[in-house]
């Protein structure tokens, strides 16, 4: 199809841009933000395992994520888009399959890490089958309606969630591999073909330019000699970029991912433990909050694009800290107490996501120093890696203070973000406006 063609039918209606296989995109929805997230804590629980457990579970789920853009190098240089996406859901499903017969949690695991590596060769590739094969005039309602899939999945799974709560847990998990290897059929269907790839050449960052000033030591000597050192011509060039509004932009982005990380590694048990509300109640709430976000996600970006990405991301984060706030005030209170309000603060939490999220994009782009596309790296690998690091750190802190250290962690980590942010450039600054 060529691109003028294109241009002549973008007033068609929207159903033009969806292709079958976005079903398969919509089960990764359902399955990596609506099931798995939502059974791997109160599986892990009651399976008898420590509370610190839950937070190694899921920062191992986390990161097997983390070489995601290795998947999407491979495909893209060797044209693997097919085994690649096919792969991931085959991964997936193994070790779906393989968690509910499994107790000890040293195979528990490379299990959700496998999980993660599916996750994230299916999430990195299903995007490129839109850039690398259909027009440019066509990027945006694609991948538009190709992330609807997606957020109509976890709506999916979420309810799903709610419901297998109350029941056999390996059930769910045994749904959600049943659903993965079910997408291996659906998502043949319309698939564009790794022989039709469209030649696009996609910025890059230009990492030699960058690391020139690195140094190798000398080749022999103690252990301590068998580094590289950085001149300090070089590690100007290499700080000064990030030491402006880019630079504080992603410490708070670091900070926001971070500080999260330990409530959604533990929130069904938080919810239920703190405030009194079920995990079936707590899977329904953020569904609704799912639903509602679908919406917020178009608001968002035409808010960003009449007032700024960076209003727009302080609207997120005030959101977000209100809905913290909220569940902070409320610890001390016995669990039964104010249900309602916690529950609103639940989704005050979940509702900023999608302002967040679409501010952050916006505002890294007209920030950066390296380019659009190095600044959607730096974007993904700053909160993958401080989702797992906060996962991680989830556990000790549970086990020596217990649940209501959650909300606090989050207070403190997004007044930083606050703070960190304030520091910058005004809107009226932003390149894009």
């Known amino acids: 199809m060529r691109d003028g063609v294109a241009a002549d039918r973008s007033s068609g209606s929207a159903p033009q841009y969806l292709a079958p296989w976005y079903l398969a995109y919509l089960i990764l929805g359902l399955i990596n933000s609506g099931i798995l997230p939502f059974l791997l804590p109160l599986a892990v629980a009651r399976n008898g395992h420590d509370l610190d457990s839950i937070g190694y579970v899921v920062g191992a789920y986390n990161a097997g994520q983390l070489p995601a853009p290795l998947f999407g190098l491979l495909a893209e240089r060797r044209w693997l888009f097919r085994p690649v996406f096919f792969g991931g859901f085959l991964v997936l499903a193994v070790g779906l399959a393989a968690i509910p017969a499994i107790s000890a949690l040293g195979l528990w695991v490379p299990l959700v890490v496998l999980c993660g590596l599916g996750v994230g060769a299916i999430a990195t590739v299903a995007p490129l089958f839109v850039v690398d094969f259909a027009p440019k005039s066509e990027w945006n309602p694609r991948i538009g309606w190709l992330q609807s899939c997606n957020g109509a999945g976890q709506l999916i799974g979420l309810l799903l969630a709610g419901l297998i709560a109350r029941g056999a847990l390996a059930c769910g998990f045994w749904l959600a591999a049943a659903l993965s ?95 009194g509300i079920t995990p079936a109640a707590t899977a329904f709430c953020y569904a609704l909050a799912a639903a509602i976000g679908i919406a917020i996600f178009v608001l968002t970006g035409r808010f960003a694009q009449q007032y700024g990405a960076r209003c727009a991301f302080r609207i ?108 910058g450039r005004p809107a009226s600054e932003e390149a894009h406006d």
């Open 181 to 275: 290897a079910l997408a291996i059929v659906v998502g043949r269907i319309g698939l564009p073909a790794d022989g039709r790839r469209r030649s696009i050449r996609l910025p890059r960052l230009d990492w030699g330019a960058l690391m020139a000033g690195f140094q190798a030591g000398p080749p022999a000597g103690g252990l301590l000699q068998h580094s590289h050192h950085l001149q300090g011509a070089a590690w100007r060039r290499l700080l000064k970029p990030l030491g402006g509004g880019f630079g504080r932009f992603m410490l708070a982005w670091v900070a926001v991912n971070f500080g999260v990380a330990p409530f959604f590694a533990y929130y069904p048990l938080l919810m239920q433990a703190n405030y």
């Open 316 to 423: 997120g984060l005030a959101v977000r800290l209100a809905g913290f706030g909220i569940l902070l005030v409320l610890t001390p209170m016995p669990p039964s107490r104010a249900p309602a309000a916690a529950a609103l603060g639940f989704l005050l939490v979940m509702l900023a996501w999608p302002v967040l999220s679409v501010s952050a994009t916006g505002l890294a782009a007209s920030l950066t120093p390296f380019g659009e596309g190095a600044a959607m790296g730096f974007l993904a690998a700053g909160g993958a890696i401080a989702t797992v690091l906060g996962s991680f750190l989830a556990g000790p802190l549970v086990m020596a203070l217990g649940y209501q250290v959650i909300p606090l962690f989050a207070v403190a980590a997004l007044s930083g973000a606050v703070l960190l942010i304030r520091k």
